[in-house]
């Protein structure tokens, strides 16, 4: 299932994205900050993907 804003669904990515570039889309679940790395759970109708970012500005309101 691809196209302009998704690779997968979220239950479609597993341990062999590890390092490839790939496009999620749903809404943010929750939003964790653990001291220079932020973990976001990406949720959409079925599934859960754990995204993380090394770069908070990435993350902040515009």
């Not at 809404?27 to 993380?52: K, P, T």
Request: charged share 25%.
């Amino acid at each position: 299932m691809e196209n302009e804003y998704r690779t997968a669904y979220c239950n479609g990515f597993g341990e062999n994205d590890i390092g490839k570039k790939v496009r999620a889309a749903g809404w943010v679940e929750n939003i964790r900050d653990h001291g220079g790395i932020m973990f976001v759970d990406l949720r959409d109708h079925y599934g859960v993907v754990q995204v993380v970012f090394h770069n908070e500005g990435l993350l902040e309101a515009r």
